[in-house]
């Protein structure tokens, strides 16, 4: 299982992840409201402005400190890492 960090040490796991979100737009910020009433929302940006939304495939919504690019290079970093390894496989076969 592979992680990303989302900002402060905190990491989430990259098969979870199912779409990353700018808060700025009124849809994303119904979805973090609705998240908090119902407990689903996971604050992980010790007190800064949240600038990246993470959803998740339990429907977990979480908040993040770090822009949205960074967390898709990091997301995409960790794509090309896996499909490396599995080239690399494949050769020793």
């Known amino acids: 299982m592979k992680f990303i960090n989302v ?3 905190n990491m989430v796991a990259v098969d979870r992840v199912v779409a990353l979100a700018n808060p700025d737009s009124a849809p994303i910020k119904r979805l973090i409201q609705d998240s908090k009433d119902d407990g689903r929302a996971i604050d992980v940006t010790c007190g800064r402005r949240t600038r ?6 339990s429907e977990h919504v979480i908040l993040s400190a770090i822009q949205t690019e960074t967390i898709a290079n990091r997301l995409d970093n960790s794509a090309e890492v896996e499909d490396n390894a599995d080239e690399e496989d494949g050769e020793d076969a």
């Open 52 to 57: 990246a939304v993470i959803i998740t495939d």
């Open 7 to 9: 900002g402060f040490g």
